[in-house]
């Protein structure tokens, strides 16, 4: 059913599984908790090169939708805040435009929870020319409820130094090769960490220290038109995943010796952290008031709501 087509109507529908509704309850109650970067469906700008994802394999990621189209990627870091790549709203950084679908492989469509982007937040370092600090940070209009295909990912830590060709995830709805079409499945791909010294050779002077560099010299697997914004995503000991770059730019799609270039989220961990712990918008503006935690409640009904129906919520 779909919930917030008209708001002249009252939403109507069925609950057919008390068990599920006991447990949708229990979730936003908090009775059930789950940590960043896990993936309990398991258990445990593009993308060239890769293979269809699973269902609930990368929870995090969302389609970053401009009036309802497919945009860019996102990622979920919190349950009211996603990060994606600044360069996605040089055209319109209005919020009322901006959506962002979660918990499905598919861009868009039934069985996606589609929630409106309240605010938007340029990183004020953002350098569109040589896209210096390609990266925002985008607050929802509600919370996202956590589910076992609906999890944020973790943050890395801000003094986190990555192993010559470590092997990390690229994950996103863009072109599957060079000049192609969106995918509507979720695509990802196994690429590796490439040593800044050796992408400066490739890039040049152009390469700054807010960026860093993942794929392969040789070609083949890269990300690509429609992924920008997604993450990249690398595993620690531990198991949990975290967010190490966010995908920005690059010449080509999988060329030979022109790896994927991303925005190091490490160079940016104290911005992230000071705007979602402090709820301020990390530029010279007026403090929001804090809304009550009774009008908290009415926000997120309507995705409860959603979720109990099976639709898709549309604004």
């Known amino acids: 059913m779909v919930v917030g087509e008209n708001p002249s109507r009252s939403a109507v529908c069925e609950i057919l599984n008390k068990n599920l509704l006991t447990l949708l309850l229990s979730s936003f109650m908090g009775t059930k908790k789950y940590y960043c970067g896990v993936r309990p469906a398991l258990g445990s ?7 269809t994802a699973r269902r609930g394999e990368w ?29 996605c709203f040089k055209s319109d950084p209005t919020p009322s435009n901006w959506a962002v679908s979660l918990g499905s492989v598919l861009r868009s469509g039934v069985g996606a929870l589609v929630i409106p982007i309240q605010r938007v937040i340029i990183h004020p370092a953002f350098n569109g020319t040589n896209m210096d600090h390609d990266v925002a940070l ?3 209009m509600v919370p996202a409820p956590t589910s ?18 470590a092997e990390c995830y690229i994950t ?12 509507n499945l979720l695509q990802k791909a196994a690429v590796n960490v490439i040593d800044q010294a050796d992408c400066q050779q490739s890039y040049g002077n152009v390469l700054t220290a807010s960026m860093m560099c993942a794929g392969f010299m040789e070609g083949g697997r890269d990300t ?10 690398c595993r620690q000991p531990s198991g949990q995943w975290f967010i190490a770059g966010v995908t920005s730019w690059g010449h080509g799609c999988g060329r030979i010796g022109f790896p994927g ?14 705007c979602v712990s402090t709820k301020l918008y990390c530029t010279r503006t007026k403090v929001m008031l804090r809304a009550t935690q009774f009008t908290n409640l009415l926000r997120e009904l309507p995705v409860l709501f959603l979720i109990l129906c099976n639709g898709t919520f549309l604004y």
């Open 45 to 51: 700008h593009r993308i060239v090169g890769g293979v």
């Open 59 to 87: 929870p995090w990621i969302g389609s970053l939708q401009y009036q309802r189209l497919h945009r860019c990627g996102a990622t979920l870091i919190h349950n009211k805040w996603l990060l994606t790549a600044a360069h």
């Open 138 to 140: 985008l607050e929802l």
């Open 148 to 165: 076992y295909t609906i999890q944020s990912v973790c943050l890395p830590s801000p003094v986190h130094r990555f192993l010559k060709n």
């Open 172 to 183: 996103g709805w863009g072109s599957m090769r060079e000049g192609g079409s969106l995918t």
């Open 224 to 233: 690509c038109l429609g992924d920008s914004g997604g993450p990249l995503t």
């Open 261 to 274: 270039v991303y925005t190091r989220v490490t160079s940016v961990r104290k911005w992230i952290s000071d």
